[in-house]
T-cell receptor
Framework: AQSVSQHNHHVILSEAASLELGCNYSYGGTVNLFWYVQYPGQHLQLLLKYFSGDPLVKGIKGFEAEFIKSKFSFNLRKPSVQWSDTAEYFCAVNARYSSASKIIFGSGTRLSIRP | GAGVSQSPSNKVTEKGKDVELRCDPISGHTALYWYRQSLGQGLEFLIYFQGNSAPDKSGLPSDRFSAERTGGSVSTLTIQRTQQEDSAVYLC????????????FGPGTRLTVL
C-alpha cells in the first residue's frame, strides 16, 4: 500500500526566503502526485499536481514541485515566500491504474512566515 | 457553481451518543472521500466511494464508524457510541472519474465529544 512522508512538521521562514518542503512516498508502481494547501480558516485546495511528462511542475502562486522517481520524492519549492503563504501544506499520492485507488495524504507541514 | 457542502458545520455531542455527518458532493463527481483531520495528525483517510464499486473502508478506525452513499450522490458518515478521541474535523472531498483527479474539499464538520 502507498504511504506519504512529510518530515518537516513546522517550518518558520522570513519573507523573501526560499522554501523547500520535503515529500517522499512509498509505492513501487506509477503514481500521481499532488500538493494541497490549507490557508487559515479555508478549505483545502489543490496547489499543483503531477501525472506524467515534465517532472518539474508549476502550480499556483509561484509554487513548483519536482518529481524525482529514483528518490521517490516530490518536494515543493518556492524561490521567495510571502507572508500570505502561511498555511498548512499536504503532499498526497495515488497509485495510477489501480482499479479503485484512494489518494493518501501526508501528515502535513505547517509553514509560518514572519513578516 | 456549488462546491462540496457538509452539514452540520459544528456538532457537539456527549460521549456514547451516535452522530451523523452529511456530505453533498459536486454534481457529477463519481468519487467521494471521507477524511478525519485531528490537531497535529494531518489527514487520516477513512473511506472512499467510487461509482457503483464496493467502497474502500480500509481507513475506518473501528466498527463504530460506517458510511453510506445513496444514489451515487449524498454520503452520510455515522459514528456510533462516540468517544472523546473521535473529536476532530471530518472532511469530505469529491472528484471525477477514478479519483486520481483533483479532489474538491468541503468545509468540514467539527465534531466535539464531551
Amino acid at each position: 500500500a502507498q504511504s506519504v512522508s512529510q518530515h518537516n512538521h513546522h517550518v518558520i521562514l522570513s519573507e523573501a526566503a526560499s522554501l523547500e518542503l520535503g515529500c517522499n512516498y512509498s509505492y513501487g508502481g506509477t503514481v500521481n502526485l499532488f500538493w494541497y494547501v490549507q490557508y487559515p480558516g479555508q478549505h483545502l485546495q489543490l496547489l499543483l499536481k503531477y501525472f506524467s511528462g515534465d517532472p518539474l511542475v508549476k502550480g499556483i502562486k509561484g509554487f513548483e514541485a519536482e518529481f524525482i522517481k529514483s528518490k521517490f520524492s516530490f518536494n515543493l519549492r518556492k524561490p521567495s515566500v510571502q507572508w500570505s503563504d502561511t498555511a498548512e501544506y499536504f503532499c498526497a499520492v495515488n497509485a495510477r491504474y489501480s482499479s479503485a485507488s484512494k489518494i493518501i495524504f501526508g501528515s502535513g507541514t505547517r509553514l509560518s512566515i514572519r513578516p | 457553481g456549488a462546491g462540496v457542502s457538509q452539514s452540520p458545520s459544528n456538532k457537539v455531542t456527549e460521549k456514547g451518543k451516535d452522530v451523523e455527518l452529511r456530505c453533498d458532493p459536486i454534481s457529477g463527481h463519481t468519487a467521494l472521500y471521507w477524511y478525519r483531520q485531528s490537531l497535529g495528525q494531518g489527514l487520516e483517510f477513512l473511506i472512499y466511494f467510487q461509482g457503483n464499486s464496493a467502497p474502500d473502508k480500509s481507513g475506518l478506525p473501528s466498527d463504530r464508524f460506517s458510511a453510506e452513499r445513496t444514489g451515487g450522490s449524498v454520503s452520510t458518515l455515522t459514528i456510533q457510541r462516540t468517544q472523546q478521541e473521535d473529536s476532530a474535523v471530518y472532511l469530505c472531498a469529491s472528484s471525477t472519474d477514478r479519483g486520481y483527479n483533483e479532489q474538491f474539499f468541503g468545509p468540514g464538520t467539527r465534531l466535539t465529544v464531551l
